[in-house]
C-alpha cells in the first residue's frame, strides 16, 4: 500500500523538479519591491541577479571583505555529525560569540542579508562568531552510524539538541579560544540552552558569560499560531512522514516553494501563511532578501523534535521527551518525564521578545523570565514595533533600527560583565 503512496508521490515530484529547472524558474530575479516580482515584467526593471543565492555558508562569509570562515565538524556523543561554523574579520579579537538557529532553519540565517547579516556585523565589532548547525539541517546530516534514510536517524528531540548539540558546541568553542563565549539563541535555539543549562548547570558556568535569547521558548503558552491544529492530527501526521520521508519532516520543501517566487500574488501567498504561523506581519517583508528567506530559511527538522514541543505545548510543562509510562520508568526510572529546572540556570540571561510573535508569545517569555533565578536577570526587552513577529527576528527589514541596535548593547554588557554586577547588587 505505502509503495503506491511513494510511487505517486515520487512521479509527482519529478514532473515538478524538472518545472524547478526550467528556466522559466531559473530566471527568478531579486527585486527592489514586491510588487517588481513578475514573470510578465520582461525588462524586469528594478530586478536584477543575486550573486549569494548560490554560495554555501563559508563562501558567503569569505565573499566578505576581511573575513575568514572555518568549518568545525563535530560528533557528539550520541554519533551526530554536526557542523559549527565559525566567521571572523580582520579586527576580531573579542569574546567568542555562539549562535543558534531555530526550528526548520539553520546557520545561513546569520549570514543571507547582505552586510546587514548579524554575523558579518558582529565580525565587524570585532566578535568571534561560532554558528551551530543543529543536527540533521543541511550542513548536519551526517552521523557514525546512521544514513538519513534510516528512520533511527530521525529519532532525536529537543532535549537531545541541547545536551549533545549545544553541549557539545559550547565545550569546543571554549576548548578552541580558552574564553568563556556569550550565547545567542533564536527560539529552538534558546531552548537548547534553558535545557543543556538546567542539566549541566556546572559546566555552563564554566564555558559560557551569558545567554541572550531572542524569541525564547519554553512551553508556548498563549500561541495563536495554526501549527498547534497539528497537535490533534499528529499521530497520524508523524506515521505519514515516517513512512514518506523515514521521519524528516517535509525535506526540500523550500526549492518546491520557488515557483511562487516568480510572482509578487505568490509571494504574499508564502507570506499569508507565514503570517498565520508566525505572527501577522506585511509591513516588515524585506523585497532584496525575500527569495533567501524562503529558498535558505526553510531547513527540516526530525519527527521527534515536533513530537516533543508539541508535548510541551499540550501539557504546559517544560519538560523531557514523554516517550509513555513504561519506557519513562527505563528512562528516567519515573513514570512521567523530568522538568527542566530553570531556577538551576546559572549564568545571566537577557531576553528579546516580540509582541506579536504568535509562535514563543510574550507569555512564555514572561514566564520563563519569572522562572529564573531574579540574580541573573538581566533584562526584558520588547522589540519597539508593535507588529514585530515571531520571523522578524530573521528577516525584518528594520533589523538594524529594531533590534540590532539594542541588542549590540546588551551583548556590551554580558561582556564587559556589567550583568554580573547586577547580580551582586541585588544580593
Ligand atoms: C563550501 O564550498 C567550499 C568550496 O568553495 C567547500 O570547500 C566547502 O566544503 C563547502 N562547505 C560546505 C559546508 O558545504
Ligand atoms: C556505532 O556502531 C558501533 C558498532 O555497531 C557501536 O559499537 C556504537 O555504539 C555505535 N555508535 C553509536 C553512536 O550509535
Ligand atoms: C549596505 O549596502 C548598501 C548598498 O551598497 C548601502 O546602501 C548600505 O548603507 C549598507 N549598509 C551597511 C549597514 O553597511
Not at 517535509?250 to 505568490?266: C, R
Not at 531574579?374 to 533590534?403: M, N, Q, W
Request: hydrophobic share 35%.
Amino acid at each position: 500500500m505505502y509503495s503506491c503512496h511513494r510511487l505517486v508521490i515520487a512521479l509527482i515530484t519529478v514532473v515538478y523538479l524538472i518545472f524547478i529547472d526550467s528556466n522559466i524558474v531559473q530566471s527568478i530575479k531579486v527585486c527592489r519591491s514586491i510588487s517588481d516580482y513578475s514573470l510578465l515584467n520582461i525588462a524586469k526593471k528594478n530586478c536584477y541577479d543575486d550573486p549569494v543565492t548560490d554560495l554555501n555558508i563559508s563562501e558567503i562569509i569569505r565573499s566578505w571583505p576581511g573575513f575568514t570562515a572555518e568549518e568545525h565538524y563535530l560528533t557528539t556523543e550520541d554519533g551526530y555529525k554536526v557542523l559549527v561554523e565559525r566567521s571572523y574579520s580582520k579586527i576580531t579579537q573579542k569574546t567568542p560569540i555562539i549562535i543558534v538557529h531555530g526550528i526548520a532553519m539553520s546557520a545561513l540565517g546569520w549570514v543571507n542579508r547582505g552586510n546587514v547579516s548579524i554575523a558579518r556585523l558582529l565580525g565587524e565589532l570585532g566578535y568571534d562568531v561560532w554558528m551551530l548547525n543543529y543536527r540533521g539541517t543541511w550542513y548536519s546530516k551526517g552521523h557514525v552510524n546512521l544514513t538519513t534514510n534510516n528512520p533511527e536517524y530521525w529519532k532525536y528531540n529537543v532535549n537531545d539538541l541541547g545536551n549533545y548539540d549545544v553541549r557539545s558546541t559550547v565545550r569546543m568553542v571554549y576548548e578552541q579560544t580558552n574564553r568563556k563565549a556569550i550565547y545567542i539563541g533564536y527560539s529552538m535555539g534558546t531552548t537548547g540552552f534553558f535545557i543543556y543549562s538546567s542539566t549541566f548547570p556546572n559546566e555552563a558556568k564554566k564555558y559560557t558569560k551569558g545567554m541572550i535569547g531572542l524569541a525564547p521558548a519554553i512551553n508556548f503558552r498563549g500561541t495563536k499560531s495554526v501549527i498547534r491544529y497539528t497537535s490533534p492530527v499528529w499521530p497520524i501526521l508523524k506515521r505519514v512522514i515516517y513512512s514518506l520521508w523515514n521521519g524528516e519532516i517535509l525535506p526540500g520543501f523550500s526549492v518546491l516553494l520557488k515557483p511562487l517566487l516568480a510572482s509578487s500574488a505568490g509571494i504574499y501567498t508564502i507570506q499569508s501563511v507565514v503570517n498565520l504561523i508566525f505572527g501577522d506581519d506585511y509591513a516588515q517583508m524585506d523585497p532584496l532578501r525575500y527569495p533567501q528567506f524562503v529558498t535558505q530559511l526553510l531547513d527540516t527538522a526530525g519527527v521527534e523534535v515536533w513530537s516533543h514541543y508539541l508535548q510541551i505545548y499540550e501539557s504546559g510543562v517544560f519538560q523531557n521527551y514523554d516517550y509513555g509510562e513504561e519506557i519513562n520508568l527505563q528512562k528516567y526510572g519515573t513514570s512521567t518525564p523530568p522538568k527542566y529546572d530553570l531556577q538551576k540556570i546559572p549564568v545571566p540571561i537577557s531576553l528579546f521578545v516580540g509582541a506579536n510573535d504568535w509562535l514563543a508569545t510574550p507569555l512564555n517569555a514572561e514566564e520563563l523570565y519569572s522562572g529564573i533565578q531574579p540574580s541573573i536577570r538581566c533584562g526584558y526587552h520588547v522589540v519597539p514595533y508593535e507588529k514585530f513577529s515571531h520571523t522578524d527576528f530573521l528577516v525584518a527589514k528594520d533589523l538594524p533600527t529594531l533590534l540590532y541596535k539594542y541588542l549590540f548593547e546588551v551583548i556590551r554588557e554580558h561582556d564587559e560583565g556589567r550583568c554580573e554586577a547586577t547580580t551582586t547588587r541585588n544580593g
